[in-house]
């Protein structure tokens, strides 16, 4: 079965910039989280979503936004980017979306912001 | 809400000895525990998980962690480290409540020979 699957895996834009990551989860898995890793923040939760609805979110502003299609393929996206984005974005996925289940995490998108 | 602290940022062990992580937990409910590995340029890969069963729990590669209530915590060992054990190592909880995950800042494990 393969893994969770994400794209790009490096990413290069400027301030000011929007930029949409994407995620596949594994096949019949229905939840997808995201999550940012910095050095100085570490991993923070962003979102999770579940057949196509967020249920859940972590303490970003609003230029942080996701959605999830009926294939269960989730994207991201971060409007006006600023230099503090640059990050890891790691995607995970589960078969139920209870977040004390086990997730199964993409290699993530390296985002460089300049 | 829920957090997890992980004690020390860098452990460095021989070749060959015992690996101890540590990391306690702060839950007003019963947690649901877990560790991480992430190699460099990839992913998270789940090591091992608590979920209320065994409060000893073995994972893959060799690893286990105890679940103590009374000292709130959840250390990951493993009796004799390998080289490919370098790596670094989230501890993480979730609950029932909160249906969200948070981690602990990471501990890099060096290895060596």
């Known amino acids: 079965k393969a893994g969770v699957t994400q794209t790009p895996r490096y990413l290069i834009k400027t301030r000011g910039q929007q930029v949409t990551l994407s995620c596949s989860p594994i096949?019949?898995?229905?939840?997808v989280s995201w999550y940012q890793q910095t050095p100085g923040q570490g991993l923070q939760f962003l979102f999770e979503y579940f057949s196509e609805t967020q249920r859940n979110k972590g303490n970003f502003p609003g230029r942080f936004s996701g959605r999830q299609f009926s294939n269960s393929r989730s994207e991201m996206n971060v409007s006006t980017l600023e230099l503090g984005d640059s990050a890891l974005y790691l995607c995970a996925s589960s078969v139920t979306g209870n977040l004390y289940n086990e997730q199964f995490f993409g290699p993530g998108t390296r985002l460089t912001v300049l | 809400a829920q957090s997890v602290t992980q004690l020390g940022s860098h452990v460095s062990v021989s070749e060959g000895a015992l690996v101890l992580l540590r990391c306690n937990y702060s839950?007003?409910?019963?947690?649901?525990l877990f560790w991480y590995v992430q190699y460099p340029n990839q992913g998270l890969q789940l090591l091992l998980k608590?979920?209320?069963?065994?409060?000893l729990v073995k994972g893959i590669n060799g690893f286990e962690a105890e679940f103590k209530k009374s000292e709130t915590s959840f250390h990951l060992t493993k009796p004799s480290a390998h080289m490919s054990d370098a790596a670094e190592y989230f501890c993480?909880?979730?609950?029932?409540?909160?249906?969200?995950?948070?981690f602990g800042a990471g501990t890099r494990l060096t290895v060596k020979p």
């Open positions: 608590y979920t209320s069963a065994a409060t």
């Open positions: 096949s019949g898995h229905r939840s």
């Open positions: 993480a909880v979730s609950d029932r409540e909160d249906n969200d995950m948070r």
């Open positions: 839950s007003s409910v019963p947690p649901y």
